[in-house]
């Protein structure tokens, strides 16, 4: 299939953003199972059997010899696929001293669709203070999530600037002097920027700025949950603005099309001293570690879910449709009986009007044209935009007990709780383990079995710093716990084996971002 067909081809899952075609997963999880889940295994309590318990066992006598091609990873192999994305990022010290609240981050990222449609991105506000760090999950294509990475930051950077210093900024344009820079990026090599858009961004960042010289007073400080919310709005609209007016160049003209016409959730922190700010729009998650007085961890989850699980949400989106649409809007669990978060950037499709759409169709470049999810009108589709990019804003004040903060697309937070998740990253910073009695769920344990799951629990303690990076430990957890809640090499050889077209049916994409904070800072302010 040609890669212009592929970003615009709806993917058959239960993920987030992911437009569902009831036929097609059904077809794919004939053929996962036929390939994976045989009823007549000698083992069958393989690690797939939880992994995805919508994907129906199925016979297969070809198992055995298919399984071998896939399953033979070495460790050093495991370990070279779970660190190829991973960075981390270490707050100078100045005197010898750490005078933020942060310590620094651990990110990383591990791809199911390919290409992966997830991005990262966090940097330094150097024109005002504090950091920002944001996970995006892309759905129909990576283009809207890359679009977010590169320009998110930027919006909000901007938005958090006194009046003052936009004017300044503006000045120096107007007579060519050299811009201070506003941000400075912490990435990972391949967390690339897109060199072709950067004047289309550029200037629509531009006309942002001078809009709000025009509507801000001499001497006024921003709001930062305002301007959070400010910028992620106006992203959205000039996302939506730049398709409809497209651009002369071929390229660029068929790049702001993919972006627009795909989507992407958004979850973003800014840490600035002891406040920290979450921006959630859709399913990605904020989750805090806290560290109680016995040394052992809680999580205090900083973001909501926008999506059918969210009953506020639910009713908030029903509100903003007539009486008559009660039963359509939300339907199987997702907005319009298609899209899973009911917040999101792009997905123009959920937003503009149907004019609008056959318009900009027309207009737009052949591939387009070829392709059948862009000429797709949803289903009880009456009262648009169904859609919006607004994201809920949560403060919170740092207290020395929080230890760090843990950012995840929702591929992350389907496979472990957050509980358990703020007990692995806070053993694995603190170096202490604190032993739960073995749960064994339910399975019938002989004793040999017992004296193995203990000697694996001991084995998972004295291996825990093998890993450098945090959300590298993290991930490693999250895909090759077994269901006692160790890592099982066997299991984690697998998943990340499975072939391109066959990893989508068990697991999303996912990031992480860690930040750890500094108590003796926080508890000094």
Known sequence: MPVTSQLFKAIGSRETGKICSAAVLRQNQRQVCQLLHPLNSPHPAQPFASARPHVRRCQSRGYQMSAERWYNLTPPQVNSILKANEYSFKVPEFDGKNVSSVLGFDSNQLPANAPIEDRRSAATCLRTRGMLMGVFDGHAGCACAQALSERLFYYIAISLLPHDTLVEIENAMDSGRAMHPILQWHKHPN?????????????????????????????????????????????????????????PNAFLNYWVLRVAFSGATACVAHVDGNDLHIAN??????????????????ALTLSNDHNAQNENEVRRVRAEHPPSEAKTVVKQDRLLGLLMPFRAFGDVKFKWSIDLQKRVLESGPDQLHENEHTKFIPPNYHTPPYLTAEPEVLHHRLRPQDRFLVLGTDGLWETLHRQEVVRIVGEYLTGVHHQQPISVGGYQV????????????????????????????????????????????????????????????????????????????????
């Open 191 to 247: 967390d690339y920027f897109s060199k072709e858009a950067s004047r289309l961004y550029f200037n629509s960042l531009r006309t942002y700025w001078q809009e709000l010289i025009d509507l801000n007073s001499p001497g006024e400080t921003p709001d930062i949950k305002e301007a959070l919310i400010n910028a992620f709005k106006r992203l959205d609209n000039d996302i939506s603005l730049e398709a409809q007016v497209g651009d």
């Open 446 to 525: 002989t004793l040999g079995q017992m004296q193995g799951l203990l000697a694996e629990r001991r084995a998972r303690v004295s291996s825990t710093f093998e890993d450098q990076n945090a959300a590298t430990h993290l991930i490693r957890h999250a895909v090759g716990n077994n269901e006692f809640g160790t890592v099982d090499h066997e299991r984690l050889s697998k998943m990340l084996s499975l072939p391109e077209e066959l990893a989508r049916m068990y697991r999303d994409d996912i990031t992480i971002i860690i930040i750890q904070f500094n108590p003796h800072v926080i508890g000094a302010q």
């Open 281 to 298: 729009t859709g399913d990605g998650r904020a989750v805090l570690g806290v560290q109680e007085e016995d040394g052992s961890f809680t």
